[in-house]
């Protein structure tokens, strides 16, 4: 018998839990402050939420990419709507080519870090690279922070934001794996897929 909850659930629960991402990233940008703060800006953040959405679904990959998917590109626009009734942002946002291509970036992340959550639940290599992907997307992002140390433009900030992305990928990945030796080899596969992370961060324009 399968396990985990069903396809209604699954379906309800990303939706549900897009609009929710999407409002709290924008609220929690707003009044958090720095440097906990900066974590609202964070593409990591939202690719480990859509890992632990894949850990909640527990079974069946296509399941929970496609959940994941939905949950954060129903982000996007969440986030837009609580900027628009906070703020008075401009509703147009929502069909701008940024918010687009934002959506896209939600579905490749979705369908990885979603299928990753179910990994982490899996057997033999799966239960390694599934914890290993969103440390290593997390120390991607720090790895970003620190090219711009010494930059002008950020000052002291890039320290303290990849020192805060290190220890949560720390923490995602003790948290996620379930065995101490899981966890050395989880680390051990994060660090070649961090830098495989970073470099797909510079190319997809993040600098």
Avoid at 23 to 37: E, L, R, S, T
């Amino acid at each position: 018998m399968r396990s985990g909850p069903d396809n209604r659930h699954v379906a309800l629960a990303a939706v549900l839990g897009g609009m929710l991402l999407g409002a709290v990233d924008f609220i929690w940008i707003k009044y958090v402050p720095y440097p906990a703060g900066d974590l609202g800006n964070s593409s990591a953040v939202w690719a480990v939420a859509a890992f632990l959405f894949g850990c909640w679904v527990r079974s069946g990959r296509l399941r929970a990419a496609a959940g994941a998917a939905v949950t954060l590109v129903v982000a996007v626009p969440a986030y837009y709507v609580t900027a628009a009734l906070v703020q008075g942002d401009d509703w147009a946002v929502l069909w701008a080519p940024t918010s687009l291509l934002w959506m896209c970036f939600g579905v490749l992340a979705g369908v990885l870090f979603g299928i990753a959550g179910v990994w982490a639940r899996g057997a033999g290599w799966r239960q390694v690279v599934g914890p290993a992907l969103p440390a290593a997307v997390l120390f991607a992002e720090a790895g970003l922070e620190i090219r711009r140390i010494g930059d002008p433009n950020y000052g002291d900030d890039p320290i303290w934001d990849a020192l805060i992305r290190i220890a949560l990928g720390l923490l995602v990945l003790a948290l996620a794996a379930r065995t101490n030796r899981q966890r050395v080899l989880a680390l051990a596969a994060a660090v070649p897929l961090a830098l495989a992370g970073l470099g797909a961060f510079l190319l997809a324009g993040f600098r």
